[in-house]
Each structure stands twice: as structure tokens, then as C-alpha cells.
């Protein structure tokens, strides 16, 4: 429903209704309204300032379209958080390309896949990531120095030479508001990743949807925290796009690089930190150690449930409690937000839904029955936030929405009285690692192709509440010898460190149905305990 108890709880003067959007992100944005000294982002010691970012994402647009780029055209990604990526993020958004936001711990053969998957041609990158592009890519590395990626095609373009353009003219064509505009990739029940389209109408709403709920936060108030790298959702709408759109100061870390965060709070402290609850925890312990304190800012999770050990720690050095909100990509990162006053958030809350979206809690095994007050079911969301289907997988879209429109989130939650939502967990197999999705599907594929390994299982192990290790079973081909050490350092090879298993476990079955499928909803520590082979 649209307007349902959650109304009551809305901030003062929220709008119930927004307007449509009728430009592009880069327009949606008003990067020309702001003073062009004022700072857009500081990142590893060096400054870009609006002004700057402003005639710099022209240059580079201008460049890419001479390099034979246009609307449409697919441009990867693949780097830390910095001015060159966010020039090069703007610029490509400018000319009307899809800009394809990757994972900088992709393997090659991970990327591989993608690639194949949404087709682009030319690649931004860090220096050290170059090498791990399709060798038929042009590659840009993202630096001021006259050199191109080596060992990609010779016509790949420099980026002083891109940047050195005359700027993109305002006669240029925009792109449309139902133009696609990003491409995120989100990990899957069948493990394969799937590509996800946003619109620049739906950026454009998400970020509307900020600026109306969050009214407190005004424009150029303060500096905001950018913690996580922006192949996530949330740091690029959530953190990147709404801090743009407020005119704020962005404060861009390396990714883990937690002493920098610390540091930096202690001469420029946030008025907003967003991130996931294990940086989050990380952070305090940082901060205990170095005596340093975050106070007076708002502070947003997401990814996973704030457990009351999060919350305990960060407020030994903290006075401003953290909230959690829930969202997925296939939403813009959006979907429930808690209320910018932390004290009115029931403990265990991941907010109540935004304004002109429809929710539902649904039975899992009867999609369109809607559940009471109280009880469990599948959330279920309709609206301008949600997208419209999967990149090439006609197959995974169908399965996503219910006949009458509703995107199946594959999350439990229940309301309360007041319109409060709880989380109670996944529908889905993902598993949660480090703040990240992991399919334990793709996981398994790879195993299952080292020597030996005639099928594995990959399991979640909870090592404190909230917080998942990933752990792995397998049983051996007959006749042969399996080598779990072999197994595993193929999936470091191909898979992001945090996909790969902290342990591989020899056993004599695996837990299956009757149709041969693993059953995911048994214990796997305890399962392979029970029938682990003795001496492997």
C-alpha cells in the first residue's frame, strides 16, 4: 500500500507525493547552482573542488565522444574512489553511456564474465587493476601520467589526453530521463551475476527521495563520510549522488582504510557517516584506540541487521546512535530509511517505507496475499525506485515480480502498529560476508572444478551475531585425489577475497533432496561435523 501507519512517523513538512523527474542525472544533480570554490571531494590528500569537477567531467565527455563513445555505449569502471573516478563517472553519464560501476577485487576471470555480459568496450581503471581487463578492451588508467594500459589494444585513449578536450557545449544532446544510465551487477540464486539497470529517472527520484525525507541535512551542511566503494548501491546513491545534490563536502577513503577515517574525524569531522555494520565496527575499535570520538552526525548502516554489540561499541565513542535502513540494488539502495531522529526508531528497526512507494508483506508461498500486523512475510515493493528488470535475463525478471508488478525482495520482515519495519531474514541463499553478497553457488562452481571435487557446498558459519565467515564442504570423485589446498587457492585465483571459503572440509555425503539439489536450510557446521571423513 501507498500512505499506509509509516505516514504518521514521516519527518515535519516531508512531501507524500514527489514530482517526476524530468532530466538527466548530471542536470538532476545542480552542480552549477554551487560555489565553484567550494570543495566537491577530498580523497588521499588531494582536493577537487565543483568548479573543477564541473569543467573537468565536460573535458572527459567531450574526449569520449571524439574516442567514438556515445548514448548508449556501455563504459566500465573498475576503481578506488577518487576524482578521476568521479570525473569519469559524470562524464560518461553526460554523453548518455551506461556506466558499468565494477568490484576493483574482481578477478580476470570474473571479469571476464561480466564483460561478455553488458559489452563495454572501454574501461577506466587504477593502475594495478589494468592488467585484469579483457585484452580486446580499451583501457584508460585512471592518472595524469602521458601512458596507455599496457597490453591492451594500441587505440586505447590516455586520460590527460581525454581530459585535455575543450568541454562538452550545452548544445550536446542529454540524455533522457528513461534513458538507462548505470549498470550495477548484484550476485544471484543462481550464481551468476546479474546486471541491474538504473534509469537517470530513477537516480533522479532516489535522490529526491533523500532530499525530501532528510530535510535537516541542508545544502553545503558539513562534510559527509564515503566509506564504501561505489559498485555498491548504497555509496553511490545513498552517499555519492545526495551528497552532490546538498552541495556538501565528500571525504573519499580506500577501501579498509580505517586509520584514514579515524584521522580524519579527528580535524574534519562527519555531519554524516554512511556504511555497513563491519566497517562500522571497525571504526569504532579504531577510534577507541585512538581516543577519538564522532559526535553530532547521523549515522546510516545498511547491508546487514545492527546488532546491540555494534550499536554498544559505537556509542563508547560516539554520542549519536546509528540507525538502519534496508534497501537492495534492484531498488536504487532504497526501500525502508529511518527516520532522521534517531531517538524515535524503535530498537531492531530498519525504518519505515518512503513516501510514493507501495509495500506490501506478503505470504512467501502465496505472493499476493497480504499479511497482517505483526506477522512474517516477504516484503514486496512497487514503484518509480524499482527497476525494471534484469540486463539480458528475461528469466530472472519474470521470477523477480509477482503478476500484478511487485518486485519480490526475497526478505522477511513484519510491521508493527506504527508502521515500523522488522528484518527477519532471507528468503534468498545469499550469503552476507564482510557487508557483502556472496551467491554460494558461484562459489561452488569453482570449486567444483578443481581436480578431485565432485561437488561442493558452501555454508555460512556466524561468528558473532550478524557476522558470517564462508565455510565449505565437498565430496571426492571416485578414484581420485582431491586437494582441498589446490581447490582453494583456484578460488582465490578467480573469485574476490571475501568469496573465498575460510575452510574446505572433506565429507562422505552432502546434505541433498530428493531431487539431488543441496538443501540449504540445514546447519552446514553441524552437518559436516557429523559426516566429515576422518584424516582429510
Known sequence: MIGGPWVDQYPPATETVLPPVTDDIVSHL???TVD?????????????????????????????????????????????????????????????????EHDTAATSHELAGLFADHGARLAFTDPEVAPR???????????????????HPPGSPVWADLSGHAPLGDEAPRPAPQDTALLLYTSGSTGRPKGVPFTHAMIGHAIDQNLNFFRMQGRGDGRHYLTL?????????????????????????????????????????PRKL???????????????????????????????????????????ISDSPPVNGWGMTESCGYGLMPLPDPARVPAGSCGVPLPDLDVRVCDPADPTRELGVGETGE??????????????????????FTRDGFL???????????????????????????????????????????PGIARAFVYPRETTPGVNILLAAFT?????????????????????????????????????????????????????????????
Open 229 to 269: 566503494p561505489l559498485n555498491h548501491v548504497f555509496a553511490l546513491v545513498d552517499q555519492l549522488f545526495s551528497a552532490l545534490a546538498r552541495a556538501v563536502e565528500l571525504i573519499a577513503f580506500r577501501r579498509g582504510d580505517i586509520d584514514a577515517v579515524v584521522a580524519a574525524a579527528a580535524t574534519r569531522p
Open 408 to 450: 519480490r525482495t526475497g526478505d522477511l520482515v513484519s510491521m508493527d502498529g506504527q508502521g515500523f519495519f522488522f528484518f527477519h531474514g532471507r528468503l534468498k541463499e545469499i550469503i552476507s560476508v564482510q557487508g557483502e553478497n556472496v551467491s554460494p553457488v558461484e562459489v561452488e562452481r569453482v570449486l567444483e572444478a578443481a
Open 36 to 100: 565553484p570554490d567550494r570543495i566537491a571531494m577530498r580523497c588521499h590528500g588531494r582536493t577537487l573542488t565543483y568548479g573543477r569537477l564541473i569543467e573537468a567531467h565536460r573535458r572527459v565527455a567531450a574526449g569520449l565522444a571524439g574516442a567514438g563513445l556515445g548514448p548508449g555505449d556501455r563504459v566500465a569502471v573498475i576503481a578506488g574512489t577518487g576524482p578521476e573516478h568521479l570525473i569519469a563517472l559524470l562524464a560518461a553519464l553526460r554523453l548518455g553511456a551506461i556506466v558499468v
Open 274 to 316: 554512511g556504511t555497513v555494520p563491519p566497517v562500522l565496527d571497525a571504526i569504532a575499535a579504531g577510534a577507541a584506540r585512538a581516543g577519538v570520538r564522532f559526535d553530532d552526525l547521523y549515522v546510516a548502516t545498511g547491508g546487514l541487521p545492527l546488532t546491540r554489540r555494534t550499536v554498544d561499541a559505537w556509542l563508547r
Open 476 to 536: 571426492a570423485a571416485p578414484g581420485t585425489a582431491a586437494d582441498p589446498d589446490a581447490a582453494l587457492a583456484l578460488c582465490a585465483e578467480r573469485l574476490a577475497p571475501y568469496k573465498v571459503p575460510m575452510r574446505l572440509t572433506r565429507v562422505d555425503t552432502l546434505p541433498l533432496s530428493a531431487a539431488g539439489k543441496l538443501r540449504r536450510d540445514v546447519d552446514g557446521q553441524a552437518w559436516t561435523r557429523a559426516h566429515r571423513v576422518r584424516g582429510h
Open 379 to 400: 516484503l514486496q515493493l512497487r514503484g518509480r525506485l524499482v527497476f525494471g528488470g534484469y540486463w539480458n535475463d528475461p528469466r530472472a525478471t519474470a521470477e523477480a
Open 30 to 32: 545542480g552542480l552549477e
Open 133 to 151: 581487463v579483457p585484452g580486446d578492451v580499451r583501457t584508460v588508467v585512471l592518472t595524469g601520467e602521458h601512458r596507455a594500459a599496457p597490453a
